[in-house]
């Protein structure tokens, strides 16, 4: 899990620091936003004190309606010992209670100009990325008419020498050999390449290679979903392999399952386009066109009308 703290998010959405400057480097750990009307109200009892504190218009509107000895006892609540940063939208005045109690607590208050619903939104993609669970994977990510295929198998069964083919075609790399996935959302997988290899393929025989220089900007991607997995591995005469596709095999990553095809490799095969059909046939079934299916149907139909 990425490292993030309170001052990463103050530099990454230019946030002004007002108080508590002492806990500028508290650990955020979850990407849920609180936002603490009820708690202002005078209600602590299930206070989420562990999450980022946003304050809009309503929250210091309605402080402002408090006695000042009932601000000062909610603020000071408000600032708890796990709380990361407290927020205010708007760039509204920051009420001389909180400042207080940010500096006894070390609690960092931050203000931003942006309305309250808009940076809600965009601190909570920020920290779902930043948070996401990631895991490595050794294969090849390539993008294939915009379905990204991650390509595994064991090392030297021509995974790298594929994904080269399917550039020469006018597809995309994302990443070779190491494969970083985090996962953004709900069954949703994101792949990108190490810093050190970003850009990078090797070949046997030739070495590394930068497709960037040698194909173009056009021949790589930063990052692409996951949506499909070929793995590849040595032609085996005495195991049976799918030849209809009607049952669909399933690979988990971190917590998602993902589509997986095994495709074997021997002489004569022309695995870049075979790669490449599927993908698109994998499309093709998420528009709900099923050629495996259709045929099943077909066939059915012509037993039983052989049985009439």
Known sequence: MTHVTTKDIKDQFNLSLVSGEEGIGRHISISDISRPG??????????????????????ISFLGL???????????????????????????????ELIFA??????????TKMPTTRFSSKL?????????????????????????????GKSGVGKSETA??????????VADDCV??????????VGSAPKLIEHLLEIRGLGIIDIMTLFGASAIRSYKRITLIIELEIWDEKKPYDRLGIEEEKMEIIDTPITKLTVPVRPGRNLAVIIEVAAMNHRLKRMG??????????????????EN
């Open 38 to 59: 009820i708690e202002i109200a005078g209600y602590f009892m299930h206070y989420p004190s562990n999450r980022i504190q946003l304050l809009g218009k309503t929250e």
């Open 289 to 306: 066109v099923n050629a495996a299916e259709d045929f099943a149907k077909r066939l059915d139909n012509v037993i039983t009308g052989n």
């Open 164 to 173: 080269l083919e399917l550039v020469k075609r006018g597809h995309r790399l």
């Open 66 to 96: 408090l006695e000042p000895e009932e601000k000062q006892d909610r603020m000071m609540k408000l600032c708890a010992l796990d709380t990361p940063v407290i927020i205010i939208a708007h760039d509204m005045e920051v009420p001389e």
């Open 102 to 111: 940010s500096n006894e607590k070390s609690v960092p208050v931050l203000t």
């Open 124 to 152: 909570t993609n920020f920290l779902e990325s930043k948070l996401a669970p990631t895991t490595a994977v050794h294969g090849v990510l390539v993008d294939i008419y915009g379905v990204g295929v991650l390509i595994t």
């Open 180 to 189: 970083e996935i985090r996962q953004e959302g709900e069954n949703m997988l």
